[in-house]
Structures are given as C-alpha cells and as structure tokens.
Nanobody, 113 residues
Framework: VQLQASGGGLVQAGGSLRLSCASS????????MGWYRQAPEKQRELVAM???????TYNDSVKGRFSISGDNAKKMLYLEMNALKPEDTAVYYC????????WGQGTQVTVSS
C-alpha cells in the first residue's frame, strides 16, 4: 500500500493551498485517514483526520480554516487549507490506518508573512 502526497508550496499569509494524497488502494479500505505535520524542531502533530464513516477531527489551531475530504472513486484524500498563517509552515504527511500505520512522503508547505 502506498500513499503519495502532493500540492505543497510557498504561499503568502492569508492564501490557500490544497494538498492531495493519492492512494494505491481505495480509501474506503482504511479505518481512518488523515494529515499530520512536522515543523522544524517540533514533534509531528495531527492536523486533521477522517474516519471511514465520515467523522472528522481537527487540530484546534486549524479549525475553521482547513477541511479534510476524500474521494473513494479517485482513491484520493485532500486537505483544503485556507487563511494560511506562517505557523502552518511544516512538512505535511498523509496517513492511513489499516490497523497498521501507512505513511506517505511529506510535502513542504511554507507560508510567508
């Protein structure tokens, strides 16, 4: 099983980006899928998670600004990020729970002030 994240880049504060995660299998197979991020010299933290039933969880710092969604037919997971802040700068990782952890490679998001 492979997950491949894309869509990162450099954006000004207040801007938007959409991250995509391509899965090698239908995302409905995963119990949960989500996005984590890791900023320099900080621990990896949960950004957003979606369950197979469609329930979502967000880090308090991104509530109201970020939105997680999936497209099972396209085998894709998305993270829509709006009103970006410099503190959102990090490497973002796609994650899938198959009762074993599946991680994609990271994609860099840099928000300039």
């Amino acid at each position: 099983v492979q997950l491949q994240a894309s869509g990162g880049g450099l954006v000004q504060a207040g801007g938007s980006l959409r991250l995509s995660c391509a899965s090698s299998i239908r995302i409905s197979v995963f119990y949960r899928m989500g996005w984590y991020r890791q900023a320099p010299e900080k621990q990896r933290e949960l950004v957003a998670m979606i369950t197979s039933g469609g329930s979502t969880t967000y880090n308090d710092s991104v509530k109201g600004r970020f939105s997680i969604s999936g497209d099972n037919a396209k085998k894709m997971l998305y993270l829509e990020m709006n009103a970006l802040k410099p503190e959102d700068t990090a490497v973002y990782y796609c994650y899938g729970d198959l009762r074993t952890d599946v991680w994609g490679q990271g994609t860099q998001v840099t928000v300039s002030s």
